[in-house]
T-cell receptor, first 114, second 109 residues
Framework: DTAVSQTPKYLVTQMGNDKSIKCEQNLGHDTMYWYKQDSKKFLKIMFSYNNKELIINETVPNRFSPKSPDKAHLNLHINSLELGDSAVYFC?????????????FGPGTRLTVL | GQNIDQPTEMTATEGAIVQINCTYQTSGFNGLFWYQQHAGEAPTFLSYNVLDGLEEKGRFSSFLSRSKGYSYLLLKELQMKDSASYLCAPMDSNYQLIWGAGTKLIIKP
């Protein structure tokens, strides 16, 4: 029973392509997140989303867009991929406040743009 | 601005004790999390502190001093499987986690 799952695990594509990464959580959480982890291992929040509000990190290019068909899914769509988009992308989810805001991470998607 | 400071890398011996320090500056504070991340894997939750003091969970303990903007993670009876990166992540007033680059812990036999 995987709590937070992502597909694909690896994604190799050419510059200029459009791609999507899917994320699903079966924890019943209300909030989901997308993070980018670059080669220096910093985890950078890209988006947080619940059924009320989308919070966008202002440094994220508008080529990146989250899409949530329902509260268990938050997909990441990327247009016109660039070399600098190569990174590991993690989806996470959480519920509540305080310790219950613990974020549970998916296994990550390693994106390589050639 | 918001800032996290942790050592980049630490080395310790199997069976020993190691303390990983973290200092932080955030806009507001709603607690601090420690996560463990093995190479090529996702971060996993270790601990959460919101009040000053020490929280113990088996071999791992986490300490917080809000007035000093300081936390540490204490790992006892180190095992080889503890080789990983340890991420300190305070939560700001908007309930956003602020992540540092983490501390890579290397355990030697």
């Amino acid at each position: 029973d995987t709590a937070v799952s992502q597909t694909p695990k690896y994604l190799v594509t050419q510059m200029g392509n459009d791609k999507s990464i899917k994320c699903e959580q079966n924890l019943g959480h209300d909030t989901m997140y997308w993070y980018k982890q670059d080669s220096k291992k910093f985890l950078k929040i890209m988006f947080s989303y619940n059924n009320k509000e989308l919070i966008i990190n202002e440094t994220v290019p508008n080529r990146f867009s989250p899409k949530s068909p329902d509260k268990a899914h938050l997909n990441l769509h990327i247009n016109s991929l660039e070399l600098g988009d190569s990174a590991v992308y993690f989806c996470a989810s959480s519920q509540g406040s305080g310790e219950t805001d613990t974020q549970y991470f998916g296994p990550g998607t390693r994106l390589t743009v050639l | 601005g918001q800032n996290i400071d942790q050592p980049t890398e630490m080395t310790a011996t199997e069976g020993a004790i190691v303390q990983i320090n973290c200092t932080y500056q955030t806009s507001g504070f709603n607690g601090l999390f420690w996560y463990q991340q093995h190479a090529g894997e996702a971060p996993t939750f270790l601990s959460y502190n919101v009040l000053d003091g020490l929280e113990e969970k088996g071999r791992f303990s986490s300490f917080l001093s809000r007035s000093k903007g300081y936390s540490y993670l204490l790992l006892k009876e180190l095992q080889m499987k503890d080789s990983a990166s340890y991420l300190c992540a305070p939560m700001d007033s908007n309930y956003q986690l602020i992540w540092g680059a983490g501390t890579k812990l290397i355990i030697k036999p």
